[in-house]
T-cell receptor, first 116, second 109 residues
């Protein structure tokens, strides 16, 4: 069964550094998402992406965050200047159609970001 | 916010018992979904129930939806140690899925 893959599985970075988290969504999916989960907490929506542009974003997704689909397969999340509170698991997800159209999310296994 | 909220936050049962988790949400929805998360892993979709459905089954899973009360329940029958995980509900309207805090289920062999 096709799956969403994320790399790296664990990223350690120093405060103020830039990080890029990478995702390869399922190949025929059209909608892409980033969520994050601070250890032991709820899963929080960051951003959704469709047709090469951001369709929705949350309050968490401020100017230090950006997303890109640089080619036909990768979907990246960039954090420009990391803060300690950015430490979390970051999950990429994809769907064939929008979730409001009764389509479940397919998640990757996440990247654990540790900011020191 | 249409965020789902699960109840209880944690549940511990013996293998073979049934586990029931509840979820409440705030606004009108197109569907409600349940996901499972093993420790340190991604969320895995379990079951989706549409707003015009009242009950749905999948193997040992049974989901109900009461749109008048804005609530849903997930029942896992004949639980196994391998069912130990966190379970999240997520409500879907015209915005991306919003997850609750989850129920941590521990099934003791």
């Amino acid at each position: 069964e096709p799956e969403v893959t994320q790399t790296p599985s664990h990223q350690v970075t120093q405060m103020g550094q830039e990080v890029i988290l990478r995702c390869v969504p399922i190949s025929n999916h059209l909608y892409f998402y980033w969520y994050r989960q601070i250890l032991g907490q709820k899963v929080e929506f960051l951003v959704s992406f469709y047709n090469n542009e951001i369709s929705e974003k949350s309050e968490i997704f401020d100017d230090q965050f950006s997303v890109e689909r640089p080619d036909g397969s990768n979907f990246t999340l960039k954090i420009r200047s990391t803060k300690l509170e950015d430490s979390a698991m970051y999950f990429c997800a994809s769907t064939l159609v929008g979730t409001g159209q009764n389509s479940p999310l397919h998640f990757g296994n996440g990247t654990r970001l540790t900011v020191t | 916010s249409q965020q789902g909220e699960e109840d209880p936050q944690a549940l511990s049962i013996q293998e073979g018992e049934n586990a029931t988790m509840n979820c409440s949400y705030k606004t009108s929805i197109n569907n409600l979904q349940w996901y499972r998360q093993n420790s340190g892993r991604g969320l895995v979709h379990l079951i989706l129930i549409r707003s015009n459905e009242r009950e749905k089954h999948s193997g040992r899973l049974r989901v109900t939806l009461d749109t008048s009360k804005k609530s849903s329940s997930l029942l896992i029958t004949a639980s196994r140690a391998a069912d130990t995980a966190s379970y999240f509900c997520a409500s879907s309207g015209n915005t991306p899925l919003v997850f609750g805090k989850g129920t941590r289920l521990s099934v003791i062999a």
